[in-house]
């Protein structure tokens, strides 16, 4: 003998997959940027400064943006000090403080 099956639908409060495509679309970082986002974002930060620290073959400098969220850059020593042209820094400072 064969049983009937019962066919029945259950009403749940999960989303469709069309309600949720519809909900991941409006996501803000899909959203295509202009090219004004895209130079806002890459404008300079500035740093203040309150860590410095030299470890193995890393230099880390650490501090807060302009917004007070903390940022750590990190190089290569090695490359660090390859870069850093502490004359050219100290003869542009002189000339900015006798402007001043």
Do not use: C
């Amino acid at each position: 003998m064969n049983k009937s099956i019962i066919n029945h639908t259950f009403e749940t409060n999960e989303p469709t997959r069309e309600e949720l495509e519809k909900e991941f679309m409006k996501m803000p970082e899909l959203e295509e940027k202009t090219n004004e986002d895209v130079s806002q974002e890459n404008n300079h930060k500035r740093l203040n400064i309150h860590t410095f620290m030299a470890h193995e073959n890393e230099v880390a400098i650490a501090g807060t943006d302009e917004n007070g969220e903390e940022l750590t850059v990190w190089f290569d020593s090695y490359e660090f000090i390859e870069w850093i042209d502490k004359e050219h820094i100290k003869e542009k400072l002189t000339k900015y403080i006798k402007q001043i």
